[in-house]
T-cell receptor, first 115, second 114 residues
Framework: DTEVTQTPKHLVMGMTNKKSLKCEQH?????MYWYKQKAKKPPELMFV???????INESVPSRFSPECPNSSLLNLHLHALQPEDSALYLC??????????????FGDGTRLSIL | SQELEQSPQSLIVQEGKNLTINCTSS?????LYWYKQKYGEGLIFLMM?????EEKSHEKITAKLDEKKQQSSLHITASQPSHAGIYLC??????????????FGQGTILTVHP
């Protein structure tokens, strides 16, 4: 079982809806990540949070809004998405960034479909 | 930015056979990660390699990082249907941002026939 929990597992929404993806980890990790994965492609980094602060935004459209309420939680707020945003959204976490290269541990993802 | 090329893109083997997947980088690797993914699911961390010449094993899977740190291989001995999935290599950018921004190879799809 994964130690990074993502909810919901599946989400279908219209282009005018507002929804949120949630990610939770209890490993004491201080870095958390959002990735987007299209079919038959590798994951692509969207955002990085380090010590609850946004440190990387990979030029993601503003219709995706990340939030890190505390060290264990990471949200991704969705608004006015486009059909091309349909994908598997993966959350990951890793130990303190300053320690050096640490493996990222992934959740099972949220399968998002935009109608 | 780091570019990773995996080969082969797909692999079909009979159960019990050995196999090797390669990952070649356009730049020096400072941290190389191997992950496995079942279709539509999350990535499972397998191993991390950092030192040139390093070799790690877990059960029937062995990963190596060559001395020049620009290529890694993943070897599975006596493959089983449970080994089937997509294998991804990932690397941090040279010059190493400490948060370990990962760039992935395109993945290798492994099918193991019983």
């Amino acid at each position: 079982d994964t130690e990074v929990t993502q909810t919901p597992k599946h989400l279908v929404m219209g282009m005018t809806n507002k929804k949120s993806l949630k990610c939770e980890q209890h490993m004491g990790h201080r870095a958390m990540y959002w990735y987007k994965q299209k079919a038959k492609k590798p994951p692509e980094l969207m955002f990085v949070y380090s010590y609850e602060k946004l440190s990387i935004n990979e030029s993601v459209p503003s219709r995706f809004s990340p939030e890190c309420p505390n060290s264990s939680l990471l949200n991704l707020h969705l608004h006015a998405l486009q059909p091309e945003d349909s994908a598997l959204y993966l959350c990951a976490s890793s130990q303190e960034p300053e320690v050096g290269y640490r493996p990222q541990h992934f959740g099972d993802g949220t399968r998002l479909s935009i109608l | 930015s780091q570019e990773l090329e995996q080969s082969p893109q797909s692999l079909i083997v009979q159960e019990g056979k050995n196999l090797t997947i390669n990952c070649t980088s356009s730049k020096t690797l400072y941290g190389l990660y191997w992950y496995k993914q079942k279709y539509g699911e999350g990535l499972i961390f397998l191993m991390m390699l950092q030192k040139g010449g390093e070799e790690k094993s877990h059960e029937k899977i062995t990963a190596k990082l060559d001395e020049k740190k620009q290529q890694s291989s993943l070897h599975i001995t006596a493959s089983q249907p449970s080994h089937a999935g997509i294998y991804l290599c990932g690397a941090v950018n040279a010059g190493g941002t400490s948060y370990g921004k990962l760039t992935f190879g395109q993945g290798t799809i492994l099918t193991v026939h019983p």
